[in-house]
């Protein structure tokens, strides 16, 4: 089944269910003209965007769907741990080219869900149109912090401690290992593997950290 097949609203549809994570504070969410929603008083709000492009930023013959959707959302809810946030809301807009199975589609949903799920992020809307080639996914989250714990590159100082969650490296390892066919038969060259396919967002490392 193609896009074509079922159209805009259809595709919609079909996505839609099981975005909201956390509803209490939503007014409206994916079916408006914008989304609604209450935010946290006190706070500073964080936005921030991440836009991927097929041939640029990923090979969708190279990809399953679930992973790409998984770290289409994992880089954004990273900037807003780096400025150590916690993330609220996303929206996901896609351009999507005839030849993109709705197979591939749904399980790109289902990859930023899943990851949506495990911070409590709900998915409120964005937008999607055709392509002429190529698959685009632009991502944009929300988030919050309050004012004292907001770190900003432009604050650090001499003689402050530099903290690094993860290990540096690993997903360009993971990176080089796809581009040039590298089997992922040892654990220490899937755990590469996995850096670079399914980063994890250090969000909980970043509130503690500010």
Known sequence: ??????????????ISQGCLIRPDNIIRAIGDDAAAFYTDAGLVSLITTDLLVERVHFLRTATDGFNLGYKS??????????MGGTAKEAFISIAI????????????????K????????????????????DLIINIAVTGSVPKE?????DAAQPGDIIFSTGVLGDS??????????ISTDS???KKL?????????????GRFLS
């Not at 193609?2 to 079909?14: N, S, T």
């Open 1 to 14: 089944m193609k896009l074509k097949d079922i159209g805009e609203f259809g595709f919609i549809e079909k």
């Open 73 to 82: 959302l994992a880089v954004n809810l990273s900037d807003i741990a780096a």
């Open 97 to 112: 080219p005839e030849d993109c199975s709705i197979d591939f589609l749904e399980d790109l949903y289902r990859g930023i």
């Open 114 to 133: 899943d990851l949506a799920a495990t911070f409590e992020v709900n998915i409120l809307g964005g937008d999607t149109t055709s392509s002429v080639i």
């Open 149 to 153: 714990n907001l770190l900003l590159r």
């Open 172 to 181: 360009r390892a993971g990176l080089h290992m796809i581009l040039n066919n």
């Open 187 to 189: 654990k220490k060259l």
């Open 193 to 205: 593997f996995q850096s670079h396919i399914l980063p994890r967002p250090f969000l909980h490392e």
